[in-house]
Every structure is written in C-alpha cells, then in structure tokens.
C-alpha cells in the first residue's frame, strides 16, 4: 500500500497573519469545522499568544470538548523560546497541541538576530520550550525550521536530533521564500529522514509557483525514507505574499497525478467532496474570489468551449477531464439564498430570527432561549460584517456558550 499522506492546515495562522488577508473569529472556527468534517488531520488555529486570539482559541478547545469536533487535531502556533510557551499556555490552559518555530538558515540568524544569538543558543532555547511545552501538558509538539530550505543539510539533522531528543514529535521545514525545487527538496527530505528518522512537515510557499509541486515532492521523499510525512496546507492557497501550498490542488495532486498516486496516497479520512464547500466558505469569507482556474473548484475546471475540446468532453468527458465536478463536492446549493429571502442579522427582528431558524428546522419554544440566541446573532452578524451563512447560524444556536466567548474581544 501507498504510504498515507497527513494534512495540517495553516489558514488559521499563516493565512490569516498575511498582508491584506483577514478573517472574523467566527470564520476561523467554521473552518476549524469544516477542515474536520473533510478529514484534515490537525489545523493551526492561530496564536496562543495572542490577546486576542485568547477567547476565541479557547473556545474552540471547548467545543472540542463538547464533541463539535469529530477527530482534528486544534494547534497552536509561537515561538520556540520559554516565555512563549508560558503565555501560551497561561492564556491557553487546555491546549494540546503546539508548534515552536525559530530560523534556522545563516541568512537569517546573521539577518535578523544580528551576531546576538549564536548557532548552539537556538538549538538550546528550542531544547528548553520543547521541555517545557511537554511539562505544561502538550501532547504533541512540531518543531519549526524557518527558512529550512537555506539552511544546511547537516544543521537541520542536528536540530531535528536535538528536537526529537527534548521530547518533540515532528519537524516542520519551512520553504519559507518558496525557494526550493521538487527535486532538489525530494533529496533533501529523504536525506534528513534517513538521518533521523523523524517525522516531518512540508510547509511551502508559492513564490515560483511550486508550491503543491514542490510539497509533493518533499513527501515522497519522505516516505522512501520512511518516515511519515503531513503536508502544510492553507485553503485557496491563501497566505504570506503569493501564497502557501493550497489544500485541495495538493489532495487532488496526491489522488489522480500519474505516478505520485503509486508510491503516496491522501489520507484515507480525507473526503474531497467537502473540497467545493470549504474553498466557496472561505472565499466568502475572507472576501477573494476564487481564480477562475483554480484546480478543482475554480468555475473553469470543468468547462470546454473550442470546438476540438467540446466535441472530445461531450464524446467522453475523460478526453478532457481527470475528474469530475462530483468528486469536488460541486453541485451542492450556494452558501446564500439567491430569491426572495428573509434573512436575520445584525438588526433582525424576533419574527424574522424565527422564520429563519425554522426553515433550517430548529425551532426555539422557550422565548428567553429565542431571545438569547437572537442577541447573539445580532452580535455575530456585527463581527463578521456579512451575512451569516446557514451553518454560521446552526453553530450559533448548538454551542452559544462558545460563540459568545469566541466573539469576545476586550482591547
Ligand atoms: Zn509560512
């Protein structure tokens, strides 16, 4: 059998931290959802340092605990030094999951830390807030190699020993500038498996548009050393500058390209059918629209007009297809009713709150529960400034508790 690819998913951290791209909390925990409900392994829910992302992680670790989840992984995300792991942990107390991250390349130790922190001092710090993650109940903890890709074969073997020895479970190596190659990453990712034997991340950028390619390549080197192997993901390819590995192009990369498909399959929890859902929500949500090119879910994919591809796709559609609009999930209804509609939101009324929740089939017979949950899509429709989708207003009437945590936020 083909060795089982893992996805992580990082919108929630490195989509969100780029330049011009923004997301409401309520956003980032339906796609903490509907990552889950398509089978991703884990997601990067954002930072545990960060105040304001205080009550909306939390949150999130407590419809964990509700059972709104039904097998991600919630990951946070900080720097690979002590105080971080601290705060994150005294903001956080139930989180889990962690990774640390720090740059390992000379250009960016002499670039940025200036000759103040030597070679022997990162690996050390990393050492100590790995330790000190697994004290304060971290269950599992990925170490980040920032700007892996220029760093030095025999370095990045000496940090991922150095991890592997404090107590962390996984590498993460960041193409940080979407520097390297298929090829080239493919030897590299082999060679450092075969060294250390530990399991790795692939986290790639798009800057020379190889971003799935380059990913791809990373983990069948991974898997000919052995080793497991979880690509970094973020959805629509959102992320720093042109952009990090795009979700559903990698899955599809992995399930139908020629002769990857052989040697490496996608996780057998994935379902690609979810893929049409999450990309439409998040473009929504984030306000971008999807390239018309898009693989998979972009309008284009499974068009034909010039008369030679025409004939050939109503002929048979594998003259001109890989695969079909169905193994996407396209076909389902749009996000937002497009006829007459009664919609409730940030001025809604108790008469048009109602007809809205009842013809999702939830019904409220105490009017104090009505009035509560009314209150509360009153303030999430003020939050996310569009209006609420069907599943934004489902999730607010099951885990009220949680959404109204999540939409707190006290500068
Ligand atoms: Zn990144």
């Not at 903001?91 to 250009?107: F, K």
């Amino acid at each position: 059998m083909p060795r089982e690819i893992y996805f992580i998913d990082v919108t929630n951290r490195d989509g969100v931290q780029t330049s011009r791209i923004l997301l409401p909390k309520l956003a980032k925990t339906m796609i903490n959802i509907y990552l889950d409900e398509m089978g991703v392994f884990q997601s990067e829910i954002g930072f545990p340092t960060l105040r304001h992302e205080k009550n909306y992680i939390n949150a999130n670790l407590a419809l964990e605990k509700a059972g709104a989840f039904r097998r991600i992984r919630l990951e946070g995300w900080c720097r690979a030094i002590t105080g971080d792991v601290e705060l994150a942990f005294r903001n956080c107390p139930d989180l889990r999951h962690l990774n640390l991250s720090v740059s390992t390349s000379d250009i960016m130790i002499n670039g940025k830390f200036q000759g103040k922190t030597a070679w022997a001092d990162i690996v050390e710090s990393m050492g100590k807030a790995v330790r000190l993650a697994r004290e304060l109940g971290a269950e599992t903890v990925g170490i980040n190699a920032e700007d892996a890709s220029r760093t030095d074969l025999q370095r990045l073997i000496d940090f991922a020993l150095a991890g592997k020895e404090a107590g962390a479970d996984r590498l993460r190596y960041c193409d940080t500038l979407g520097a390297d190659d298929p090829i080239t990453i493919h030897e590299r990712i082999r060679a450092l498996g075969l060294a250390t034997k530990f399991p790795i991340e692939m986290h790639c950028h798009n800057d020379l548009g190889m971003a799935e390619a380059v990913s791809v390549a990373g983990a069948l080197g991974a898997a000919e050393a052995g080793i497991d192997c979880y690509i970094n993901t973020t959805l629509n390819g959102y992320g720093e500058r042109c952009g990090n590995c795009d979700l559903v192009s990698s899955m599809l990369a992995l399930k139908y390209s020629q002769g990857l498909s052989r040697k490496i399959q996608c996780d057998r929890h994935v379902d690609l059918k979810k893929s049409w859902k999450v990309a439409k929500y998040s473009s929504y949500a984030f306000g971008l629209p999807i390239p018309i090119n898009q693989p998979g879910v972009g309008a284009n994919a499974f068009a034909h007009e010039s008369g030679i591809h025409a004939d050939g796709a109503l002929k048979d559609r594998r003259n001109y297809e890989l695969y079909d609009p169905e193994d996407v999930g396209r076909g389902e209804p749009e996000l937002l009713e497009t006829g007459r509609i009664i919609t409730t939101g940030e001025y809604g009324g108790i008469k048009g709150f109602r007809h809205v929740y009842n013809r999702l089939g939830i019904y409220f017979h105490d009017d104090g529960e009505a009035r509560n949950i009314l209150d509360l899509v009153q303030y999430a429709n003020l939050h996310t400034q569009k209006p609420l989708t069907d599943d934004e207003l489902r999730l607010i009437a099951k885990h009220p508790d949680m959404v109204r945590q999540l939409l707190s936020v006290n500068p």
